[in-house]
């Protein structure tokens, strides 16, 4: 009852929905700062292709990895120079920076803390930076940008439509937006509308990645489960454990039933015109 109250309130207050955010982003970054845990998405699974080759030391982010993958292998990204907006605890901003060889990654982060825990879990990747910055009112002047990057992280703002306005303003003409998040069945048209209302970008990808994101979770279960029980307080283990998308949770069952649904988008901007 009481996590069918907080949706209802969440999905009804983007003002309680943009501060309830920042508490919980800002609360975890600063009561756990293991450098084993740097990823925070959901995770997804890919049969089709090559297994992606990864240092043995990040095998057990396996799941989230292949989702920033998918998302970032839309393009080509080295040589480029990426934003990501709403990059948390820093893990896909570093795979991307080490892994897709841009020239340089800026991950934006609206919690000072999380950009706090950023700087020193991946001080040593030397071509990533992270700054504090609301994905709302991005602090870049425009055309900043080759490549703006946003992973499950856009269901937490006030206005998303303020945020793909921002992404397109600051992507140089022919820059990509590369994104994927997740939706209420219900709200698919809606947030669907909302990215086509930017006039100055075109859709190039979309794709339904529903099916693998729920495959991840129960693939992931058993580790998440044990994360929880190590680094949070036994009175907010259910709450997290919604949170994670752990098997059985509405969340994860959303994703079953195909009551939530999770898209993966890539956007061009269009060349300016006289």
């Known amino acids: ?94 795979f991307i920076a080490r892994y897709h060889r841009p020239t340089k990654i800026i991950g934006a982060d609206f919690s000072p803390q999380a950009v706090a825990l950023c700087q020193q879990l991946h001080a040593t990747v030397a071509n990533l930076t992270f700054t504090v910055g609301d994905a709302e009112h991005l602090p870049f002047p425009d055309a900043s940008f080759d490549v703006v990057v946003n992973v499950e992280s856009s269901h937490c703002y006030g206005h998303v439509d303020k945020f793909f306005a921002e992404a397109a303003r600051v992507l140089r003409p022919g820059g990509h937006f590369l994104y994927t998040d997740f939706r209420p069945a219900t709200e698919i048209p809606a947030w669907h509308a909302a990215l086509a209302a930017q006039s100055g970008w075109e859709r190039v990808a979309h794709e339904d990645v529903t099916a693998s994101v729920a495959d991840a979770l129960q693939a992931d279960d058993e580790r998440k489960r044990k994360l929880i029980a190590e680094f949070i307080p036994p009175s907010f283990h259910h709450l997290f454990g919604e949170f ?7 969340m994860y069952e959303g994703f079953r039933k195909r009551e939530m649904l999770y898209h993966r988008f890539a956007f061009r901007k269009k060349a300016a015109t006289s």
């Open 1 to 94: 009852m009481l996590i069918r109250l907080a949706v209802f309130l969440l999905e009804h207050s983007p003002l309680l929905r943009r501060l309830l955010w920042r508490w919980w982003y800002g609360r975890l970054a600063k009561n756990h700062t293991a450098r084993d845990w740097t990823f925070m998405n959901y995770g997804c699974v890919t049969s089709d292709g090559p297994k992606l080759a990864l240092d043995p030391a990040e095998e057990s982010d396996r799941f989230c990895i292949q989702l920033y993958h998918r998302v970032a292998s839309a393009i080509d990204l080295a040589g480029q120079s990426v934003l990501e907006v709403g990059s948390g605890r820093g893990g896909g901003a570093s």
């Open 244 to 250: 994670a998308g752990l098997v059985g949770g509405q």
